[in-house]
């Protein structure tokens, strides 16, 4: 049986009253039978999830996420509460004996940043788990981004993190802000950062991936910490509350990962928040 698209008896953006059958309105060209807007209640809300009518953007499956693994690494990423969406985006899988993750941040200052997040992320996790290289990866997950581009000038862009973690260590490759630490078990509650941040000292970024992005050199560091802990990769929604701040010290990854997110939204959550836990050298659960 077919379903049947009821018509409203007025365009909800205009108010003109239109007649069964029609897709437009004849008045202010409104496609009629778009979504419902979770916020005015005007099914007015356009192909980028906004509505039209106030503005609001609509709730999606990225707003709030969690992953968990069977060997206990776990990732939580969520749109914060000044963020009108997510644009952050992670990847967390396994592949052999090997936990991979991705995480990118969509540049804000770019279009549809949640585009360019999602993109790289699902490229490069692809390529780690297929056995690529820390390089090739950057490469596919960048070329990705740029076809997202319809000019230099309108540009989806994000900066990119990447860790392929086992018995035989770690592999971390990065451009841009986003960071890893290593939470050592024997120094509860410290954290030893791992990556440096490609900004300058006013803080503007000075590498992501983007058809604007020009020539940007991949970090890599290869490192294997001969005792047990934590690998944390993290956007800045994360990473800018964490002076002075304790690491929780109990529990399972996924658990401590939300204690980091209610730490940020408790100092204010003003981005996107990405935080992926993965336990090395003992059992964490």
């Not at 992670?90 to 991705?102: C, F, R, S």
């Not at 549809?112 to 790289?120: E, G, I, K, P």
């Amino acid at each position: 049986m077919t379903e049947s698209v009821t018509t409203p008896q007025s365009c909800p953006m205009c108010a003109s009253p239109v007649v069964q059958g029609d897709v437009y309105c004849e008045r202010c060209g409104h496609a009629l039978g778009a979504p419902v807007c979770t916020s005015c209640g005007a099914a007015a809300v356009d192909a980028e999830g906004y509505c039209e009518r106030c503005g609001a953007r609509q709730p999606t499956g990225r707003d709030h996420a969690e992953t968990v693994l069977d060997g206990g690494a776990a990732a939580v990423t969520d749109k914060g509460l000044r963020r009108a969406r997510n644009e952050d985006a992670m990847a967390l899988l396994t592949t052999g004996d090997a936990v991979i993750t991705v995480v990118c941040d969509g540049v804000g200052s770019s279009p549809r940043a949640d585009q360019a997040s999602a993109a790289a992320v699902e490229t490069a996790g692809a390529a780690l788990a297929r056995g690529a290289s820390a390089q090739e990866a950057f490469e596919l997950a960048g070329k990705a981004v740029t076809a997202l581009a319809t000019s230099v000038d309108d540009a989806p862009a994000c900066t990119y993190v990447a860790a392929v973690a086992g018995p035989g260590g770690i592999t971390l490759s990065w451009a841009g802000d986003t960071r890893a630490y290593w939470l050592p078990a024997e120094a509860p509650g410290q954290g030893v950062l791992l990556t440096e941040d490609d900004v300058v000292p006013t803080g503007e970024i000075t590498a992501w991936l983007g058809a604007d992005s020009g020539e940007v050199s991949l970090h890599v560091r290869t490192l294997a910490p001969g005792a047990p802990g934590l690998l944390l990769v993290c956007s800045d929604g994360l990473w800018r509350y964490l002076d002075g701040y304790r690491f929780p010290q109990t529990g399972t990854p996924l658990d401590m990962a939300r204690e980091m997110l209610r730490h940020a939204l408790a100092s204010g959550g003003q981005d996107n928040v990405t935080i992926v836990l993965i336990p090395l050298g003992e059992t964490h659960g």
